[in-house]
């Protein structure tokens, strides 16, 4: 009896219903028709890719994600809003990105009443969220040029005490004389032996053992030298490419002019907008009017029975008397 009576009650207050949902469907078509356009500008973001992962596509995946990333990020917003004009809050809520096809390429779309306004906000959005993340790559870089050049002048310096060590000027042709020399004594020893002189055989033989290990022990320490500063020679190539990398696309996201750039930009469709303003406000507008409708009839049951309900209640010991 108790859903009854709500339907009843609900039917009764079907015109409150229709009042309000006729006023914001008149409201939001008045608007729609008078309102401001509405303009959408859209540009192509090309997303700078660090060649640090040996997977070319978790790189480009990466990339693309930290970039949508920054580009709602308030900080972006603030740079934006200092010169386009529009309020930080609406470019961070408003600002849209998708991705293009599974590439490096990245749309962004803003929307705003002035065709100029809301160029300026896609492509300083651009500007502002590539530089962003371009900062956060210069320190690293720069680190790691700096690691790279610390490395190299080490392996240098060893070298350096490794020639003064041995007062080598050109280790290798050294250890090439050395060797054709050894060889020559190896003959003489020969000689020695075939001569029937023991003892000087025997001695020139320990003076060849003994120069080779040192020979030996010193050219092994050399080519360790040389392999350590060649490979610090290639490292210090790569950070320095990096580096000038990571300073180059640097400069030139912060070259991009927002009010110089172009991007395309077109009035939001008739239709969308119609959808966007009366159709949404009519349905916001008949919720929020049904849930009045319940409110109001079920306050009224939860504060107490009407009187014609307690007349009724007190009457009903009577008849069963």
Not at 31 to 36: D, H, K, S
Not at 184 to 193: M, N, R, S, T, V
Not at 286 to 300: M, W
Request: aromatic share 4%; glycine share 6%.
């Amino acid at each position: 009896m108790e859903i009854a009576q709500y339907v009843r009650g609900f039917a009764r207050r079907l015109g409150v219903v229709a009042v309000i949902v006729a006023i914001a469907a008149v409201g939001s078509t008045l608007f729609f028709v008078l309102g401001p356009r509405l303009y959408r500008a859209s540009a192509i973001v090309v997303i700078p890719v660090p060649g640090l992962s040996p997977s070319l596509i978790a790189s480009v995946t990466q990339a693309v994600a930290d970039f949508q990333a920054a580009v709602g990020t308030r900080v972006v917003a603030e740079r934006v809003a200092a010169y386009a004009g529009v309020d930080a809050d609406r470019i961070e809520a408003g600002i849209e990105s998708r991705r293009v096809a599974g590439s490096a390429v990245v749309e962004l779309i803003f929307e705003d009443e002035s065709r100029e306004k809301a160029e300026i906000v896609v492509i300083g959005a651009g500007r502002e969220a590539s530089a962003l993340l371009l900062e956060a790559r210069v320190a690293p870089a720069r680190e790691q040029l700096d690691m790279a050049a610390g490395a190299n002048e080490d392996a240098r310096t060893a070298i350096r005490d490794f020639l003064a060590e041995t007062g080598y000027l050109r280790p290798e042709q050294v250890f090439r004389d050395e060797t054709a020399r050894l060889i020559h004594l190896g003959d003489e020893a020969k000689g020695l032996w075939a001569a029937g002189r023991v003892d000087a055989a025997e001695k020139l033989e320990r003076r060849i053992a003994s120069r080779q290990t040192v020979l030996a022990d010193q050219l092994v320490a050399y080519q360790r030298l040389t392999e350590d500063e060649a490979r610090s020679v290639s490292a210090l190539s790569v950070a320095e490419q990096s580096f000038a990398s990571a300073e180059a696309n640097l400069r030139a996201a912060r070259a991009i002019d927002p009010e110089g750039a172009g991007a395309d930009v077109i009035p939001v469709p008739r239709t969308e907008a119609f959808v966007r303003t009366v159709v949404s406000s009519v349905v916001i507008a008949t919720v929020l009017a049904i849930l009045l409708v319940a409110l109001l009839e079920f306050l009224p049951r939860r504060r107490g029975p009407s009187p014609e309900t307690s007349a009724n209640d007190r009457a009903e010991p009577i008849h069963a008397r």
